[in-house]
């Protein structure tokens, strides 16, 4: 397996923004939407800026004909993420009491991006899976969201003790997705973005297109 580059690495803050200004926009009429609530934020994460919008389309009409891809979460505030990351860090040290707070942020951020550089609160990062005809989901190996604990690391993209189905499934979620711009956290199958800060690192984009906002900014 190659080297996890995590949300948490200086390489990734030490990326430049330079935010071209394109507005978050609503997926709910483009995207079949499942109806799971993972947060509080009214409403917000069924957005994404335009060019990620207009990516996930893309790659939707690379898939075979019966499949669509399942949008989860787009869109974070800045409030909300900071809120998941703490929690989540807070659950680390109370298991792990020896363990350095440089340890602890980036053990955290293997599930929850640290909230200065979230790509969920740029509106550039979405959680999706994939669904048939009938809007059931196939089989990708874990739940949505389940942490590397929870799943025993089978959260991770590449993670070996997956079944030949889950692993076909997300190649091919994945085959369609880097094809139309995306780009995947490793730690995370089912999370992908465009024009943040780790997709620019990943690319070697000058600069990321996306910074964090707050709701409702322009």
Sequence with gaps: MSEIILMSDARVADVPVVDNGEPLVDVRDKLLVDDRKYNDSNGAEVHLR?????????????????????????????????????????????????????RIRSAASRY?????????????????????????????????????????GACYTQAAHITDEA????????????????VNYPTEWWHWSFGDRYWALA????????SPREPGGS
């Excluded at 196939?138 to 604990?149: F, H, K, Q, V, Y």
């Excluded at 692993?167 to 995306?182: P, Y």
């Design 50 to 102: 335009r060019g990620v919008l207009d990516r996930l389309l893309a790659a939707q009409a690379l898939l075979p004909e019966g499949l669509r891809l399942l949008f989860v979460e787009g869109y974070r505030p800045p409030a909300l993420q900071r809120r998941y990351f703490e929690g989540y860090a807070g659950e680390l040290r109370a298991a792990h009491p020896d363990w350095s707070a440089d």
């Design 167 to 182: 692993r076909a499934n997300r190649g091919l979620l994945g085959g369609v997705l880097t094809a139309s711009g995306l």
């Design 112 to 152: 929850v991006s640290p909230p200065e550089i979230a790509p969920h609160s740029a509106g550039a990062a979405v959680d999706l899976t994939l669904a048939d005809a009938d809007g059931r989901e196939l089989d990708l190996g874990t739940e949505m969201n389940a942490s590397p604990e929870q799943s025993d």
């Design 203 to 210: 690319t070697g984009a000058p600069a990321a297109l996306y």
